[in-house]
């Protein structure tokens, strides 16, 4: 298990823990008594929203836990000279179920169409046969029936919740309700019950390690071209552009001693 450090990346936190290190986070969370633990999966995509929202900035830096999910994250830090491996958020959602199994913690799944984080929930106990299922709900609830939804969350007793409503509202939700829901853990999973029910097929392992799982994710969302061919370019001038600041005011620190420089 390798962990310990946060760097910074175009002015945002990452964790540069292994996945070990990351699932030893949420169990301990998931026993412990402090704040809710919310966890951000980080890629360049999202990066780049952060330059524009200074809301979901600050909430990526408040976050707990910062992982890898994307390619271009993990070139920035490379970049840097602090290698950290892609932990997709698709496959951090299984750490979650399996440190809900080893606390004996329930999971709430929150988002996506109807009947798709149900069908997730199946997988994901057929998978770990001893997961408890808090509640499932999805994503497509009117404004007026939320407190009705915050209500059923609260009263579940879940100890971690995944949120799949997209970026950045998944993030500013959790931040907004995670503290008075009673969860010690909570994630914004975006398109990942959709992947885990089959509704969506993830990359073919090779696809994987060759960086290239976002090309597959936009041969099947085609329509993912515009927004990523204008992002990408911006997130390669911010990461190169910010390197050497962030390089030379040290900012990159150990968890213990947490320092993030803005922007
Ligand atoms: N979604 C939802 N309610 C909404 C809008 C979106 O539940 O009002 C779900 C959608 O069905 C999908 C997820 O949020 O399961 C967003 O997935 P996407 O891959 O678009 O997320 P991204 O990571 O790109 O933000």
Redesign the pocket.
Same mark, same amino acid.
């Not at 799949?164 to 970026?167: E, F, H, K």
């Given at each position: 298990m390798t962990g310990g450090t946060r760097i910074t990346v175009t002015g945002l936190p990452l964790d540069t823990g292994d996945g070990d290190w990351a699932e030893a986070q949420v169990r301990d969370h998931l026993a412990g008594q402090g704040a809710c633990l919310h966890i951000v999966t980080m890629n360049a995509?999202m990066a780049i929203q952060a330059a524009d929202n200074a809301d979901l900035a600050a909430i990526i830096r408040a976050a707990g836990l910062v992982l890898a999910d994307g390619s271009g994250v993990v070139w920035a830090a490379a970049r840097r000279g602090r290698p950290v491996r892609k932990m997709a958020g698709v496959a951090f959602v299984e750490a979650i179920a399996r440190a809900c199994v080893a606390n004996r913690r329930s999971l709430y799944l929150l988002?996506?169409?109807p009947g798709?984080a149900a069908a997730a929930a199946e997988v994901l106990q057929a998978r770990y046969p001893e997961l408890a299922i808090a509640g499932i709900r @999805? +994503?497509?609830f009117a404004p007026e029936t939320e407190p009705e939804v915050l209500a059923t969350i609260r009263e579940s007793g879940a100890g971690a919740l995944l949120v799949?409503?997209?970026?950045p509202?998944?993030e500013v939700w959790i931040s907004r309700h995670g503290a008075a829901l009673g969860i010690r853990v909570a994630m914004g999973v975006? +398109?990942s019950? @959709?992947v885990i029910s089959g509704r969506l097929q993830r990359a073919p392992g090779l696809m994987i390690r060759l960086h290239l799982e976002w090309l597959y994710r936009l041969v099947q969302?085609p329509w993912?071209w515009k927004r990523m061919a204008s992002l990408l370019p911006r997130f390669v001038r911010a990461a190169i552009a910010s390197e050497s600041r962030e390089r030379y005011t040290g900012s990159d620190a150990p968890r213990d001693g947490r320092r993030h420089d803005p922007a």
């Open positions: 995509e988002g996506a169409a798709v @999805d +994503g497509y799949a409503l997209g970026v509202r998944q975006g +398109g019950f @959709d969302e993912r």
